[in-house]
């Protein structure tokens, strides 16, 4: 039935279905805690993530991990001892941990970052570069920006960071791993992301690259995809660390209704990460919400294709 997250995931993922008793321990407001971390298995490399300087394939592999989103949903939860306590920690862009440790937490173990956030990763350098010697950063953009001939814009650009602080973790995104992301959101939605006008979010990179890595990602600052339907939803702001910026639920209707030009899907997407919550051990905080049976829910993701 999952054969088109297989495309993805078919050298790294395993152990990922949700046996019964992780199915009652939902029924709790909060994460499952633990001090005692296993040992760590044999760390395979992960295909399509190469080292901006050797060009070598990223090893990296987590028992439980914490996705953080940017979404102004986290202000004032204070789960940020929990994150910390996670052993993965994984942010987005350039979402800052400085003065909101109480609700994201401080420690960051991989960040995701798409190409148009270079710039203000660089204006941010003090915080996201220099006391960041121990996280991964994985980027991602188009493949002109991210070509190894020279004429790569992005590609360039880290290169020159990679330089300069070379302790520095950088990898990525290869350009077959790049068609594989767009053949799954065809797979997991019936949408051509060109056809329809789509650019897929650093989120969608973000959840399915957890999905390559962890064995349990709790995901923090994400609605359901019903969220914004709903009439008495909160307003809250896009970005936690934006308070004055835009809203986030006419941020998601106004990319998810748009037309002209290119657009992020957000409620499509976060309906497959809905689905996929059914089958792999995904679990969402702040707000804490649970995927509806199918049979409920009407606005769920087209039926995955049988192979």
């Not at 987005?92 to 173990?109: H, I, L, W």
């Not at 660390?241 to 002209?260: A, N, Q, T």
Request: proline share 6%.
């Amino acid at each position: 039935m999952f054969t088109s997250l297989l495309l993805v995931y078919n050298t790294s993922y395993s152990n990922t279905s949700i046996d019964q008793k992780d199915g009652e321990s939902q029924q709790k407001e909060h994460p499952t805690k633990s001090n005692i971390r296993p040992p760590k298995p044999t760390i395979s490399s992960l295909q399509g993530y190469s080292s901006i300087i050797d060009h070598k394939s990223l090893k990296m592999h987590c028992s439980n991990c914490a996705l953080v989103t940017s979404s102004g949903h986290l202000t004032g939860g204070g789960w940020g001892d929990e994150i910390d306590r996670t052993e993965c920690v994984i942010r987005m862009n350039d979402a800052p941990t400085k003065d909101f440790q109480r609700d994201v937490g401080q420690r960051t173990s991989l960040r995701v970052v798409a190409h148009s956030s270079m710039q203000r990763i660089l204006r941010s350098r003090q915080e996201l570069l220099n006391n960041s010697q121990d996280t991964i950063f994985i980027f991602w953009g188009p493949s002109n920006y991210m070509r190894r001939d020279g004429k790569g814009l992005i590609y360039n650009n880290l290169r020159l960071m990679n330089q300069v602080l070379p302790r520095l973790q950088v990898y990525i995104i290869s350009r077959q791993k790049m068609l594989q992301f767009d053949e799954l959101f065809k797979r997991e939605t019936g949408k051509d992301r060109r056809i329809s006008n789509s650019w897929l979010s650093t989120g969608w990179f973000t959840m399915s690259i957890a999905l390559e890595l962890c064995d349990r990602i709790n995901v923090y600052g994400m609605v359901a995809p019903e969220f914004c339907k709903e009439p008495s939803h909160p307003s809250v702001p896009y970005h936690y660390y934006e308070p004055m910026g835009p809203d986030e639920c006419s941020m998601y209707i106004s990319h998810e209704r748009g037309r002209r030009g290119s657009h992020h899907r957000f409620i499509t997407e976060k309906q497959v990460f809905a689905n996929w919550a059914r089958t792999f051990n995904i679990h969402f905080y702040q707000p804490n919400w649970r995927p509806r049976p199918l049979s409920e829910n009407i606005t769920a993701a087209p039926a995955l294709p049988v192979s």
